[in-house]
């Protein structure tokens, strides 16, 4: 069990305590993860806002807006582990009555598919939502041609949970209830609020006065923003971006939805926000986030989790608008004053087959230094500059696991006495010295040599 000392646990109150009082939210509540676990947990205000009103806890409902998608998108990931789609599918292929049918699912779950972000019917979050007939009835169109740029779409995930429920049999709810919740345990995750839940209310801007908002079913709309959650039954779904799935996903596919794929933030020479297959990715000073936020008339959410150490936050509060930075102030609270550890070096005697590989190696003139990774693989130079890259063995070899050679396979070829004489790379080859005359290299060998 993960405990946190008890003044780091002060000063994530106390910051929970500044954010509800100086944002004037009614109430507010956070939950941190760590290894896997929950390691703290707050509250603060009261559920309707009143001095004498019911003390939120972390058991209390609030709704969660978008974080919804991300449980369609690791739904559909799914189906496609279980072979009923492909990502690279049209969405006409399986719902042959939409008519942007060209549009794909990868599309969909990246935003990029360039359709429109809402409907153009009344406001889907504050009035009751319709059928999936009347939902492709207010899509006239794309806005973007698909695959060309980020475009935020409510409509496209509203589209998702239809594919989710065409394919399993079921409402997507159903789907997503009986496939992630029930396995992970998040049985206070529901699709319409279940008591202790908090009221959405909107506070108003100068003046300290709350107004009711409206909630209802959003129906076909619902997969875009419907869920309610609390506190401790998020903080399981921050401990699965983290890693812990606990077998309702497989890994690979939990890390190949967490690429990022679509760029929304183009205002620096670093890329500052991303979408992968249905997650949020940050790049905050190189150190990378995952996640999702959530918002609906009288509610606000965000779920963040550092990809390189797993720990992971929620917050979720019932204002309309509001809430400051205590999402990610909190989870930097808790990097600086209680750092993860690195896991302690050790010898790892399976390396010792791939000794021979070790050391130098030239693609033409470039040189490059194989070196073995504690985690099985290798690395060919250093990733992230130029060429370098990390590989890892598969069935065939090895497999390129980021930079140019993502994905691309890799084979050792030895010579008569065993000894690694090429790489080959895709069509490139590497060996041992510069344009090795001992070996093959592609275009031959000058007949003069270096000269």
């Given at each position: ?31 941190v ?12 205000g ?12 972390p058991?209390t409902q ?6 919804s ?6 739904e559909?990931?799914r189906?496609?582990?279980e072979?009923?789609l492909?990502i ?12 942007f049918?060209?549009?794909?699912i ?15 019917g ?5 009035t ?10 207010t ?16 409509v ?9 429920a065409?394919?399993?049999?079921r ?16 049985h ?16 108003h ?47 690979e ?7 990022p794929v679509a ?19 940050w790049?905050?000073d ?20 550092d ?12 204002a ?13 609270l808790?990097?600086e ?18 000794l021979?590989?070790v050391?130098?190696w ?29 590989f890892r ?6 497999v ?12 050792v ?16 080859v590497f ?12 275009g ?8």
């Amino acid at each position: 069990m993960t405990s946190l000392d008890p003044t780091t646990t002060a000063a994530l109150d106390r910051r929970l305590a500044v954010e509800q009082s100086t944002q004037r939210l009614p109430s507010v509540v956070a939950a941190v993860v760590r290894a896997g676990e929950l390691v703290w947990a707050g509250a603060v205000g009261a559920v309707d806002g009143r001095p004498d009103g019911a003390p939120a806890t972390p058991d209390t409902q609030y709704r969660i807006g978008s974080i919804s998608k991300t449980f369609v998108a690791v739904e559909v990931m799914r189906l496609r582990d279980e072979g009923l789609l492909s990502i690279a599918d049209t969405i006409g292929a399986h719902l042959p009555e939409v008519p942007f049918g060209h549009v794909t699912i990868a599309q969909l779950l990246t935003h990029t598919s360039g359709l429109q972000a809402e409907t153009d019917g009344d406001w889907w979050e504050r009035t009751a939502g319709g059928s999936w007939a009347d939902l492709l009835s207010t899509v006239p169109g794309l806005r973007f041609t698909p695959g060309t740029a980020f475009h935020y779409s409510n409509v496209g995930y509203g589209v998702l949970g239809e594919l989710v429920a065409r394919l399993r049999g079921r409402p997507w709810q159903d789907a997503v209830r009986d496939g992630i919740l029930t396995p992970l345990g998040m049985h206070r995750t529901t699709t319409r609020p279940v008591a202790p839940s908090a009221p959405g209310l909107a506070v108003h801007p100068l003046a300290d006065l709350l107004h009711a908002e409206p909630e209802h079913d959003a129906v076909s709309m619902a997969p875009a923003g419907q869920l309610w959650s609390t506190a401790a039954d998020l903080s399981t779904w921050a401990a699965f971006l983290g890693g812990r799935t606990q077998g309702v996903l497989a890994d690979e596919t939990l890390a190949e939805m967490l690429r990022p794929v679509a760029v929304n933030d183009l205002a620096g020479a670093a890329w500052g926000g991303a979408h992968g297959l249905g997650w949020q990715m940050w790049n905050v000073d190189g150190r990378r986030y995952a996640g999702h936020g959530g918002s609906m008339p009288g509610f606000l959410a965000g779920l963040r989790v550092d990809v390189e150490s797993g720990d992971g936050i929620v917050l979720m509060t019932n204002a309309t608008s509001g809430l400051g930075t205590a999402t990610t102030d909190l989870l930097d609270l808790l990097r600086e004053r209680e750092p993860v550890s690195p896991a302690p070096w050790h010898a790892d005697a399976s390396q010792a087959p791939a000794l021979d590989l070790v050391g130098p190696w030239f693609w033409g003139t470039y040189a490059f230094t194989l070196s073995l990774d504690g985690d099985g693989g290798f690395r060919l130079g250093e990733p992230g500059q130029g060429r370098g890259a990390r590989f890892r063995r598969d069935d065939q070899g090895w497999v390129g696991l980021d930079g140019y050679y993502r994905g691309e396979p890799l084979r050792v070829e030895r010579d008569a006495a065993g000894r690694p004489a090429r790489l080959v790379l895709a069509s490139f080859v590497f060996t041992r010295t510069p344009y090795d005359p001992t070996v093959e290299v592609p275009g031959g060998i000058d007949e003069h040599g270096w000269h």
